[in-house]
């Protein structure tokens, strides 16, 4: 009888030990890479699609111990659709449970430097699960009703950096940031704009041109103000940036004459008064260039000849051929032929 009990109680050490090494190794099993990686769970995926994704972004063993934890906890497909973060270090049992309750880890969505409503329907769609075409489409739905005609869509966004779920609606995208643009448009500077007779959007257009005009920050409010005289003089803009855009090669160094021939509603040597949106997604310090633009008389402008990126400014048309002639002559130096 001794030895009965003995060996039972050998049995009982030996299958505990077995048992905690198994349960030590379940929960204390950690991801060994050396940087976070995001595992995406596509809408609809199948058990065995989720088990391919966490095995070719955690690698085998990893995933496979991962995907195993999941379905214990009764791992369903439909509520693991999402995207997760996985740290270094993290454990197995952690991420399954993640998995199996859904518990994402946000996207932080940044842009900035985007041109069109396109790009910045393209930008979402390469890192959001919805597609661009559905961002667009969204904008379709939403915008009208907000004060955007199609062309001014561009002004409904503000560069930023944004935080959504990678599962996140179209419309849901759209609305936190339309919110953070009207947020940045405070009564303050509503009051500004309308003391210039412009609404927000057209603030926008003015604002977009300067961008493209000079990537010198300290010198855009000087040239917003240019623009602003040139609109209260009811003189064409005459800016070379529509012109590009109107033309969509934004990589023109020199505008020739036959430039300035385009028919476009953006093409502001052959318009009068604002194109009919922004030419890019502009930043908020240069609406407020715009807004907060210091009074002075000049109504042209001209990069100046030592390519600074800053331009020289003048009141008269005879003092801006001298200007605009030193500059010609420099681009010819240079060989700059386009």
């Known amino acids: ?30 991801y060994d890479g050396n940087a976070p990686v995001r595992v995406f769970i596509p809408a609809q995926a199948s058990p065995a699609a989720v088990a391919d994704s966490l095995g070719s972004s955690l690698g085998h063993k990893f ?139 057209q603030v926008a257009i003015v604002a977009s041109i300067v961008e493209e005009e000079t990537a010198r920050t300290d010198e855009r409010p000087m040239v917003a103000r240019l623009y602003l005289n040139r609109l209260a003089k009811g003189m064409k803009l005459q800016a070379d940036p529509t012109v590009k855009f109107a033309l969509g090669d934004f990589g023109l160094r020199r505008i020739l004459a036959r430039h300035l021939t385009v028919d476009s509603p953006y093409n502001t040597y052959k318009i009068d008064g604002l194109p009919p949106g922004p030419i890019r997604i502009v930043e908020g310090s240069s609406i407020d260039a715009v807004l907060d633009a210091p009074a002075h008389s000049y109504i042209y402008m001209c990069a100046r000849a030592d390519f600074s990126g800053y331009h020289d400014f003048a009141t008269s048309y005879d003092r801006h051929r001298i200007n605009a002639a030193r500059y010609q002559r420099a681009l010819d130096s240079r060989g700059i032929q386009r």
């Open 63 to 201: 995933g496979s111990m991962v995907t195993r934890l999941w379905k214990l906890q009764d791992g369903n497909s439909a509520t693991a659709h999402g995207s997760y973060l996985v740290q270094p270090g993290e454990r197995a049992v952690n991420v399954a449970r993640r998995l199996a309750t859904g518990r994402q880890s946000p996207i932080r969505l940044t842009f900035n430097n985007l041109r069109t409503f396109g790009d910045l329907a393209a930008h979402v769609g390469s890192h959001m699960e919805i597609d661009s075409a559905d961002f667009a489409a969204a904008a379709d739905s939403l915008l009208p009703a907000k004060g955007f005609r199609p062309a001014e869509y561009a002004a409904a966004f503000m560069p930023d950096t944004y935080e959504y779920y990678w599962t996140a609606g179209a419309e849901r995208v759209i609305n936190t940031m339309l919110d953070a643009r009207n947020r940045f448009w405070n009564q303050e500077r509503l009051d500004k704009a309308n003391r210039l007779g412009l609404t927000p959007a």
């Open 1 to 30: 009888m001794a030895k009965v009990l003995k060996w039972s109680l050998a049995t009982l050490l030996l299958l505990g030990g077995v048992a905690f090494g198994v349960w030590k190794i379940l929960i204390d099993h950690r």
